[in-house]
């Protein structure tokens, strides 16, 4: 038979608690209650029944907490997954525009300098000296000489007859510089070349009707030309460009050997033709 202890013990183990644990903490402390033969039931009953109180109490308020950090770890987990998504998107290389055709297409090629505008003075000395159809080609210090002088010409129109000639063509030629206000002409070149000594040396003995001209100008020695007769050759040595430059020490317009590196002498007559004169 139970004694009164136990009775008390395994009738409290046996009431409703609401969770099993509850139940099982009871029945530890009975049983421990009846090994033990303690006598004083009263003390006993209530160690056990505080005990059973603060095991409901962590219980309670323990699970309760644990779920609501469940839920607060989830909902974390949540924002910062959907944050990172954020971030990552963002973070990402920007959408190019789709390329338009003007984008694909290159850049134009940058349009040549203006050429300067011709003063007046200097057009109406080259009318005057080959007419109204003439063309100024240069103009400025071209003999590095501290005179101011310009190229003019009787440009050829291009047609498809000279299309395939590379260059200017032209028919004639003069250089002028200005001595005291008025343009004076110092080289020629028209069926010959010639300066105020006479025909230039290796210009061709037949008239020449036309000629390919080409420039240089070196930034100490000054404009250069290089005239190719197109007709009227008398000999294949002159199907090459004839160099003609200023002479610094002559003090005019000569023509250059086959080096382009020395000057020739001026012939004062071409065959019987008598000496040409400047205008």
């Known amino acids: 038979m139970n004694s009164p202890a136990q009775n008390e013990a395994v009738n409290a183990s046996s009431a409703p608690s609401g969770c099993s644990g509850f139940s099982g903490i009871a029945r530890f402390d009975a049983v421990e209650l009846s090994s033990a033969h303690i006598t004083a039931p009263s003390p006993s009953f209530m160690m056990g029944v505080s005990s059973i109180h603060r095991t409901r109490n962590y219980t309670t308020s323990g699970g309760f907490t644990l779920r609501h950090r469940r839920l607060t770890t989830a909902l974390a987990t949540a924002f910062l997954i959907a944050t990172g998504t954020a971030l990552a998107a963002g973070c990402g290389d920007a959408p190019k525009p789709a390329e338009t055709k003007s984008d694909a297409a290159a850049a134009p090629a940058p349009a040549d300098p203006a050429k300067p505008a011709v003063p007046d003075d200097v057009q109406a ?11 100024v080609l240069l103009f400025g210090d071209l003999a590095k000489n ?8 009787n440009v050829v129109p291009k047609t498809s007859k000279n299309n395939n000639i590379p260059g200017t063509i032209i028919t004639r030629a003069v250089i002028a510089q200005n001595d005291d206000g ?7 070149c028209d069926e010959h070349l010639k300066n105020a000594k006479g025909f230039l040396g290796g210009t061709p003995m037949s008239d020449v009707t036309g000629w390919r001209i080409a420039t240089d100008q070196d930034p100490a020695k000054g404009l250069a030309l290089y005239l190719t007769p197109l007709k009227g050759i008398d000999d294949t040595a002159h199907s090459l460009p004839i160099g003609v430059r200023w002479n610094p020490q002559t003090k005019r317009y000569q023509s250059l050997d086959r080096t382009y590196e020395h000057f020739l002498l001026e012939q004062p007559v071409i065959s019987g033709t008598p000496k040409s004169v400047l205008h």
Do not use: Y
């Open 125 to 135: 000395g080259a009318q005057a000296l080959l007419g109204t159809e003439t063309t």
């Open 146 to 153: 501290g005179k101011q002088q310009f190229l003019a010409a």
């Open 182 to 188: 008025q343009w004076k002409e110092i080289f020629r």
